[in-house]
């Protein structure tokens, strides 16, 4: 025992050698290459004199960034969270000034330009050093992962853990069911393959299930995961609305708003979500419940040292290495968007929206830091042995809206997410305790053109047209809006919450016209309840009939005053939804047979919202080639309904019991997202882990039901724990 003991030591002596001697070497190097990075005296130092200067000052580079450096980044926790990204070069520079300066007879110079690359670089070689010999030594891997969640078993409150298995939820934000089985049948997602048996070999033997499930109407992050975290998404009718009532712009990613729909969904449910007990929230727009936080939109609604929803940030830069590797790859992800955009406009492809201006670091921040740093928070959830993990990867979706849900782009995007999968599988054969990985998405997305590039106009310019109003000349480009930007506003502390009128027409008398994917939404302010048809028809008598017969709109929802919710369609055609017969045909559904089952049920739900707008619209759908028109710039739209946006999927170990009754199609039988919640509140009942109690801690926090639901009390309900 004590041998293995001194072998252990030895093994790591010697890594941290092996690790010291090519940091020597690459500062020699670049002393060679840079004119302004000295490692000699003004009169010349024979080469074992350098090589000795070089030695010194990687020791003492490297001993600086491993004390002091975790200090610093933890004083920048205060500092907007790409800011951070940024100051570490200049402060990893000036720790090899430091080492320098620590230099006996002050042989080792260097301008501050030049410290900042030559610290770069090594940190870079380090790392990659480094992890190579970890890579190479399978027990020292395992034996520093046991040390590591040691540690953290023994910083948290409850030092005995226990040993049924934990639950980690994994989201592929916007991977469609079709989507996902595709990338396993053409190996771009070997790990998924894998797990579904689909790898080639006699012993391939799958170890998960793929079950599709539905969404609701709004098929969009804000009303599915909220659905899936807290239980309901109840009154969320798209991915924007105006509320009448407040006279606000509710927007799924807006700090407030995210804060807002989660205080109504706990007060809603009467529990605090599912991660109450013992969970962690990594990279959602909602807590779920859970007491340890990082990179949560709805805690971003907060003011104040309170605010700790970037700590993620912090955990991850705290490693010098960290911040140079995702500092690179983040410039590498800017230039290959570059260079795909401009391939797409030289090849004139089609269809295309416009990715200029700040779309490429947007796109980087998704595809690159938002993914290393949840990854990395999840990394460290396992190690601490936590109960209950949900994590949110945006990439693909960001990527899918700009470049096509089938585009080589988003394959290669699927291609890097399945290797942090492989990433997180295999910390969980070292983890404290086992681990069962699930797999799920929020929705898909579905291809097609935009509205506007095939009409020359907007869905607002359309409504003007029918209440009679002026058009401009122009059609202007609807604004969009995705998870990705929504995070890059947070991680600079500029949630938006002063643009709550950007939506607001000139006059009071004229509609709101809002876009979510290829759902539209209209409202008229000055009319305090929710208008009839018969009211609209009085009002704007040509306004209804423009909208239904307009070749790019699939079907409106409006309510009769005498009998209901009605659908509307092209050449007259009208359903009432609560008149239709549980096993009505194609003919009775009229407008929305091409929508799949449950297109009626889903239409016939959002109705009873009390936030619905007076108009919703839903874009045309072509069954054949499974493509919409998006009402936003996006060439990958999700949001309404027509094709993979309302099929995501649900990929859980077989271990765990089938989510539908045997038999069951998982269309028919896995809808809406607070179906899924049910089932994977029933998953973690099954490892033993934590169930969802009705009555939680967060409870005491709650505002009274009864009171205003304006946004200032919103981020009551926020629990201010932090990992």
Not at 303 to 316: D, E, I, L, P, Q
Not at 362 to 380: P, Y
Not at 591 to 617: E, K, N, S, Y
Not at 656 to 666: K, N, R
Request: proline share 7%; glycine share 10%.
């Amino acid at each position: 025992m004590r041998g293995g003991r001194w072998r252990t030591v030895g093994r790591g002596l010697g890594r941290v050698i092996v690790v010291w001697a090519v940091s020597t070497l690459t500062m020699l190097v670049l002393a060679g290459i840079l004119p302004d990075f000295e490692l000699q005296s003004d009169d010349g130092d024979s080469a074992t004199r350098i090589a000795v200067t070089a030695a010194l000052g990687a020791g003492a580079f490297g001993l600086l960034s491993a004390l002091v450096w975790p200090l610093l980044v933890r004083a920048l926790l205060l500092v907007p969270a790409l800011v951070i990204g940024l100051l570490t070069f200049f402060l990893n520079g000036s720790l090899l000034l430091l080492a320098l300066r620590l230099i006996p007879d002050g042989r080792g110079d260097a301008n501050a330009e030049t410290a900042v690359v030559v610290a770069a670089v090594m940190s870079a070689v380090a790392s990659a050093t480094g992890g190579a010999l970890a890579v190479r030594d399978d027990d020292a891997y395992r034996r520093r992962l046991y040390r590591l969640a040691d540690r953290r078993r023994r910083r948290a409150a409850d030092p005995h853990r226990p040993s049924t298995p934990g639950t980690v939820f994994l989201q592929l934000d916007g991977v469609g069911h079709d989507v996902l089985c595709r990338a396993a049948r053409k190996g771009v997602t070997p790990t998924i393959a894998r797990w579904l048996g689909a790898d080639e070999g006699p012993a391939a033997r799958a170890t998960h299930r793929l079950t599709p499930w539905r969404t609701d109407w709004s098929s969009q992050t804000g009303a599915s995961q909220l659905g899936i975290l807290h239980g309901s998404n109840h009154d969320v009718p798209a991915f924007r609305w105006y509320e009448k009532d407040t006279g606000e712009v509710m927007v799924s990613n807006r700090p407030a708003s995210a804060a807002e729909l989660q205080r109504r969904a706990i007060v809603r449910t009467g529990d605090g979500g599912l991660l109450t007990h013992d969970g962690a929230s990594r990279g959602n727009l909602f807590s779920g419940g859970a007491e340890q936080l990082a990179l949560v939109l709805s805690m971003a609604a907060r003011r104040g040292r309170g605010n700790r929803s970037r700590a993620g940030y912090f955990a991850y830069f705290s490693d010098p290495a960290n911040a140079v590797r995702t500092a690179l790859s983040f410039v590498a992800e800017v230039g290959r968007e570059i260079g795909e955009s401009t391939r797409a406009r030289i090849r004139r492809r089609r269809p295309r929206v416009s990715r200029g201006g700040l779309y490429p670091f947007i796109r980087a921040f998704a595809t690159v830091v938002e993914r290393d740093v949840v990854v990395a928070a999840v990394i460290g959830d396992m190690l601490a042995g936590r109960s209950a993990v949900y994590a949110d990867l945006v990439a693909y979706d960001e990527v899918a809206h700009h470049s096509g849900p089938t585009s080589g782009d988003a394959e290669r995007v699927l291609r890097r997410l399945d290797r942090s999968l492989a990433l997180l599988a295999q910390v969980a054969e070292h983890a404290p305790r086992p681990y069962r990985i699930v797999l799920l998405s929020d929705h898909g997305q579905s291809p097609g053109e935009t509205f506007r590039a095939r009409y020359g106009l907007t869905l607002g310019d359309l409504v003007r047209a029918g209440c009679g109003l002026p058009v401009p000349r122009r059609a202007r480009r609807t604004h969009s809006d995705a998870e990705a930007r929504s995070a890059v506003r947070a991680a600079l502390r500029r949630p938006v919450e002063e643009g709550t009128g950007e939506h607001r027409p000139r006059r009071l008398a004229e509609p709101i016209v809002l876009a979510s994917g290829n759902l539209g939404l209209v409202s008229f302010p000055d009319v305090p309840h929710r208008m009839t048809r018969e009211e609209i028809d009085r009002r704007h008598p040509a306004l209804l009939p423009t909208l239904a017969n307009h070749p790019g709109i699939g079907f409106l929802l409006v309510r009769s005053a005498d009998r209901g919710p009605l659908v509307l369609g092209a050449r007259g055609a009208e359903v009432y939804l609560d008149e239709l017969p549980a096993d009505a045909g194609p003919a009775a559904l009229g407008p929305l047979a091409d929508f799949g089952p449950g297109a009626a049920d889903a239409v016939r739900r959002t109705d009873g919202f009390p936030h619905t707008a007076d108009i919703m619209v839903n874009s045309a759908y072509d069954p054949l080639d499974g493509e919409v028109l998006a009402f936003e710039e996006q060439i990958g739209s999700h949001g309404g309904l027509g094709g993979a946006q309302s099929r995501p999927f649900l990929l859980s170990p077989l271990v765990l019991s089938p989510p539908v009754a045997e038999g069951a199609d998982g269309t028919d039988g896995l809808v809406g997202a607070e179906a899924v919640h049910q089932v994977l509140r029933r998953w973690l009942r099954e490892a033993h882990g934590p169930e969802v109690p009705r009555v939680t801690p967060a409870d005491d926090r709650l505002p009274d039901p009864a009171a205003p639901t304006a946004f200032p009390a919103a981020d009551q309900v926020v629990q201010d724990k932090t990992q």
